[in-house]
């Protein structure tokens, strides 16, 4: 009795009595209002049955909202394998390094041609010219930036018709082939079309390359994203001439260029393949009044009527028409004002592009956390400084240096954060499409590089070299207050 009782005491407050577990279970039918009846002997043979809990608490075992950086997503036809679900953070990790590659490559083969360009002109016809060797090499290199021009609103509206990963894809590709051409050309005006061939699918990577990133990445990280995407191209910039010299030098212009293209379209190959099996997904989509998506003629015309990306685009045309000035007197300046050889002054111009490479990814940080148009109008002062300091070369080399260093920090700090400060107004305008409104940045880059050394070198000769740069470092300063403005 005292056993039951002590059993029946344990058994209400859920604690096991030892008396209990000590009892034979021939025992247990005997007592009556035990706890081994029927019922309490089926609880505790599913107590038994049920599965450890491994130390989980219940209310860790919920679901937890997804973060910015660890939200996974599903793969559009990824199937039920293990890369059907990927992390958000990794896509767009994955974006970053496409597009670095791709506009690494695109910059690699643009400026490969640097050191062998003036051997092929000078080749014999008819791959080469016997008579005006000097304006052949300025239709060539202007035959780039005018294709590009030309091609960047047409590559604009097919990755708007289309998706940014596959007009970054076909461009890559086209790139490739272009470059394949290099190879293969037996006249000059074959080299002629494949440099063109260049600037058009330079334009549809630039386009497709920034507006992928826009896409998949929020507003307070794309500042950085585009800065590490535009490193790629600094990247390239620097290595071109390099590599291009050499690989000419040891395999001759066929073998160069045919391992060029052959990385290229591996490139491609590889872009499509990683595309495929993690489709990069957009932060949100636009839509107008009703949920209906605006036309793209309808889009295109608030765009080139809005004040904010019109003063964003002029300051992309200004910094470029600087560099393209500075470009082509710098050169006859070291030569004529302080005699330095070939080799020395490719070393100076290299000052720059070092600059650039240090300066984008940083000022992209930068831009994430600070004032966008702040940073925009900052890149215009500096690149007025830069002229400044172009016109007082007569104190010295190191006012040269300086000039050279500036104009590389400049153009870091104005192209990185002028993609992302784009993007941010193309959403609070909800002015449509990304790929329209940097396809009117490659405009205004290539616009800047053909009008900048023409007006440049004409009041170079009315007046002085000085004059040319410091009339257009001069526009900088006037734009510089309009972009303030933008908030």
């Given amino acids: 009795a005292l056993s039951a009782l002590a059993t029946t005491a344990f058994s209400s407050h859920r604690i096991p009595c030892c008396c209990a577990l000590q009892r034979r279970p021939s025992d247990a039918p005997k007592i009556r209002g035990d706890a081994t009846d029927d019922s309490a002997l089926r609880i505790r043979r599913n107590r038994r049955r049920a599965p450890p809990n491994d130390g989980h608490d219940a209310s860790r075992s919920r679901r937890r909202p997804p973060s910015d950086d660890g939200e996974r997503l599903s793969v559009r036809g990824g199937g039920d394998g293990v890369g059907s679900v990927i992390p958000q953070a990794q896509r767009r990790r994955l974006v970053l390094l496409l597009v670095a590659t791709a506009l690494f490559n695109d910059m690699l083969q643009l400026t490969m041609l640097l050191p062998i360009i003036h051997t092929l002109v000078s080749s014999p016809p008819p791959l080469g010219v016997t008579t005006n060797k000097e304006v052949a090499l300025g239709v060539f290199f202007a035959s780039k930036d005018l294709c590009q021009m030309a091609f960047a609103p047409v590559a604009g509206v097919l990755t708007s018709k289309t998706s940014a990963n596959a007009a970054l894809i076909a461009s890559t590709a086209g790139l490739g082939l272009a470059t394949l051409v290099f190879s293969e ?42 800065g590490l995407a535009l490193t790629g191209l600094a990247f390239g910039l620097l290595c071109g001439p390099l590599i291009g010299g050499l690989m000419f030098e040891r395999l001759g212009r066929r073998r160069t260029f045919r391992l ?228």
């Fill in 260 to 487: 060029a293209s052959a990385i290229v379209l591996a490139n491609a190959a590889a872009m499509a393949g990683l595309m495929g099996l993690a489709p990069p997904e957009r932060t949100k989509e636009r839509e107008v009044d009703g949920g209906k998506k605006e036309s793209l003629a309808a889009s295109s015309k608030r765009l080139l009527s809005n004040r904010d990306i019109l003063a964003v685009t002029a300051s992309t045309f200004v910094i470029h028409a600087v560099v393209g000035v500075i470009k082509p007197i710098s050169q006859v300046v070291l030569d004529a004002e302080f005699g330095m050889t070939m080799l020395n002054r490719s070393f100076v111009i290299s000052i720059a592009t070092v600059a650039y490479f240090v300066t984008t990814p940083f000022s992209g940080w930068l831009s994430d956390r600070a004032s966008r148009p702040r940073m925009v109008a900052s890149s215009l002062l500096i690149m007025a400084g830069s002229s400044a300091f172009f016109a007082l070369r007569g104190l010295g080399i190191w006012a040269f240096y300086v000039c050279v260093a500036l104009l590389g920090v400049a153009l870091g700090v104005q192209k990185s954060s002028s993609q992302s400060l784009l993007a941010d107004l193309m959403d609070r305008h909800e002015l449509g499409e990304y790929s329209m409104v940097y396809a009117l940045s490659d405009v205004a880059d290539s616009l800047g590089l053909i009008v900048g050394p023409i007006v440049g070198l004409w009041l170079g000769q009315i007046f002085s070299h000085s004059v040319g740069v410091v009339a257009i470092g001069a526009l900088c300063l006037l734009l510089a207050p309009v972009v303030l403005r933008i908030e």
């Fill in 185 to 226: 050309a037996t006249t000059f005006r074959q080299l002629l079309l494949a440099r063109g061939a260049q600037g058009a699918a330079s334009a549809a990577v630039m386009c497709g390359g920034m507006t992928l990133i826009a896409e998949t990445h929020p507003p307070d990280v794309r500042g950085s994203a585009m």
